[in-house]
């Protein structure tokens, strides 16, 4: 279903911004595909991390004591239920108050489209201390998270964002998102990036892990399934802490185009894809509802065939219409969804490219599969009840993959 600090700059370095301030926070929701609705309820009801919420409980705890007493103290000679109701306002007021105890760190790479619209979106999310962006190019990380800082208060969260150039500053990120790369152009297949991108992605990989040994990695980078086969490879984190994003947007897409077509209100629509970030795209009919209904209740087999269709190609639909560059709007809520389930140890499902050992009868690949995130990364592969033709369909999707995988190893990167 698709529903989804303060730091001064360091020492004057040039490479490094950040601006201060403090102010309450505010999360965000979206519909994001198949999460169990208690898990989204659970998401954004709270603004803080789950992580910490053992910590932020204990202040909670100290604030409950320390507010009545001094309350009581300093109004003791006023009448008892006077006494209590200033107590009671105090205590609200204060529980109310910015908390300062948050500890986490997400690192985005690449501060383009699809980089700096991620590190904005976390950073509203009002869900880690510090988002850190990092881009090959002087300035522009450092002029995006300015910039971006100086909505805060406007936009009512605390989360600050660090442009730098120098992986220094990105040292014990928990989750790490790599967008670095070239974006398709008109007339280009996501394997046309494959040899410049996996030059880069294989270098900032290498820089990311010297800082953050434990980081989780959630990759962008085109093409997809091949880059985060890649990221694995040369960080030599276990599988599960190393995936991609592919299959929120594609159920994203799918969904928005199942809403225009049947005019019903898109937080009604169930939808999902699995397989590759490309033609072999597996959108799952089966799983897909309009108003909890099946598709067919709504649309001829025709039609149905064509939605699917404008799925698989709507990467490609936007590159053409922009002519420079691809799409980041969607593609950055997707990203920014899978870093906040780690981040919130959400254990929530949604289609993402995860390591496949065997579900599905499908072994030793980076594929888009049904997971449940939470803080250790992919926790679950989950098995759903498929249809024969749609498990053929990720069967034929992982051995394409796979090919690819066998070109990238050729490479000599
Ligand atoms: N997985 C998906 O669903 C999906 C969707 C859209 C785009 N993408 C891909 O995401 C990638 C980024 O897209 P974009 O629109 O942000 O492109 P962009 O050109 O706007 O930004 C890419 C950024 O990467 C930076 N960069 C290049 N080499 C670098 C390096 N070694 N270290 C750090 N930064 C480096 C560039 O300076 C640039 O700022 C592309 O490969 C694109 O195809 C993936």
Redesign the pocket.
């Known amino acids: 279903m698709v529903r989804f600090q303060t730091a001064s700059s360091k020492g004057g370095d040039p490479r490094r911004a950040t601006t201060s301030g403090s102010f309450r926070s505010m999360s965000t929701t979206s519909a994001v595909v198949l999460e169990p609705a208690g898990v989204v309820a659970a998401g954004v009801t709270k603004p803080h991390a789950a992580s910490n919420r053992a910590e932020i409980n204990q202040t909670d705890k100290r604030e409950r004591c320390t507010v009545p007493l001094i309350a009581g103290l300093a109004v003791n000679s006023f009448p008892r239920r006077l006494r209590a109701c200033l107590t009671a306002l105090a205590l609200r007021y204060w529980t109310d108050q910015p908390r300062s105890v948050r500890m986490s760190k997400v690192t985005v790479?690449?501060?383009?489209?699809?980089?700096?619209t991620t590190a904005q979106r976390l950073a509203a999310m009002d869900i880690v201390d510090e988002v850190v962006m990092?881009?090959?190019?002087e300035g522009?990380p450092q002029g995006l998270a300015l910039d971006m800082n100086q909505s805060r208060p406007v936009e009512k969260y605390r989360t600050l964002v660090i442009g730098t150039n120098d992986y220094a500053d990105t040292a014990g990120s928990d989750v790490v998102v790599i967008?670095?790369?070239?974006?398709?152009k008109p007339g280009m297949s996501?394997m046309d990036?494959l040899e410049v991108?996996a030059k880069?992605v294989k270098?900032?990989t290498e820089q990311i892990i010297k800082y953050s040994p434990e980081a989780i990695l959630v990759v962008?980078?085109?093409p997809?399934d091949q880059m985060t086969t890649l990221a694995a490879e040369v960080s030599g984190l276990s599988h599960d802490k190393v995936l991609?994003?592919?299959g929120i947007?594609?159920s994203s897409r799918l969904a928005h185009f199942l809403s225009e077509a049947t005019g019903v209100d898109i937080l009604e629509i169930d939808a999902l894809t699995l397989g590759s970030?490309g033609p072999t795209m597996v959108p799952v009919p089966s799983q897909c509802t309009v108003a909890g209904k099946p598709l067919t209740d709504y649309l001829s087999d025709d039609e149905i065939q064509a939605i699917l269709e404008r799925t698989r190609g709507g990467?490609g639909e936007i590159v053409a219409l922009l002519k420079t560059?691809?799409?980041?709007y969607a593609?950055s809520s997707?990203a920014a969804r899978m870093v906040a389930a780690i981040i919130k140890d959400e254990k929530a499902m949604m289609p993402v490219c995860a390591w496949v050992a065997g579900e599905y009868g499908i072994n030793d690949v980076y594929l888009g599969v049904p997971a449940k995130l939470g803080k250790n990364g992919v926790e679950e592969v989950v098995v759903m009840d498929l249809t024969a033709d749609e498990i053929a369909a990720l069967a034929e999707a992982a051995t394409s993959v796979k090919e690819k995988v066998d070109e990238l190893h050729q490479l000599e990167l």
């Open positions: 790479v690449g501060a383009g489209k699809y980089g700096s990092t881009d090959i190019v522009l967008t670095a790369g070239l974006p398709r996501r990036l991108n880069i270098d900032v962008v980078t085109n997809l991609g994003q592919a947007l594609d970030h990467g560059g691809s799409a980041y593609p997707a």
